[in-house]
């Protein structure tokens, strides 16, 4: 059956190359992503993939598989790519002789991203079990970053009262996490 619409694709069959796509677009972004390590470049790769992929499909052999032709052809975007990328210089330390080193930048991988979507979606659950006075107050300082002294001005309290709310909130968020992790 794939065969059939790869033939028919090759042929201008605009229903098989659409076909085409929509059942390689994820294969391929995920390819991109595992190699590039950034959501929007993996995107513009796989795009540019799908559309060699569908301009060269006069140069595909039938007889062969179609995955990795096309996964190969997300490969070789993504290493055009990869030594089109100007090194990023990392202020952090120093190499043993003196010299700043070179270090790749370092984007999430698809594993960090999903355990970082997690934990926050656990935080957003445990921010809901205080009251809105606390939430506020949370939201204030970890996620604004203001000061306790910002803080007590916005809520009109002393900075010894924000330091006890926010003492208390993490106290009984780190209880509730903690019950949930042992009913988990």
């Excluded at 059939?4 to 085409?20: K, P």
């Excluded at 795009?47 to 997300?74: C, G, M, N």
């Excluded at 970890?142 to 009262?161: F, H, K």
Aim: glycine share 4%; charged share 25%; proline share 4%.
């Amino acid at each position: 059956m794939e065969q059939e619409r790869l033939v028919l694709a090759q042929h201008g069959d605009r229903d098989a190359i659409n076909d085409l796509v929509t059942t390689y677009q994820q294969p391929v972004f995920s390819m991109c992503y595992s190699m590039l390590g950034e959501r929007q470049e993996a995107e513009d790769a796989a795009q540019e993939t799908l559309i060699k992929a569908v301009t060269k499909l006069h140069t595909y052999d039938t007889s062969r598989p179609f995955k990795p032709w096309i996964l190969r052809t997300a490969s070789n975007e993504c290493i055009d790519r990869l030594r089109r990328r100007k090194p990023e210089v990392s202020m952090d330390g120093m190499g043993d002789g003196g010299a700043w080193e070179w270090q790749a930048g370092n984007s999430p991988n698809p594993e960090a991203v999903l355990l970082e979507s997690e934990r926050y979606a656990r935080v957003r659950t445990l921010l809901e079990t205080l009251s809105p006075q606390d939430r506020a107050v949370v939201a204030m300082f970890y996620w604004e970053g203001l000061s306790y002294q910002e803080i007590a001005e916005t809520a009109e309290t002393t900075v010894s009262a924000i330091k006890s709310r926010l003492f208390r909130a993490r106290r009984a968020m780190a209880a509730e996490f903690m019950e949930g992790a042992l009913t988990a």
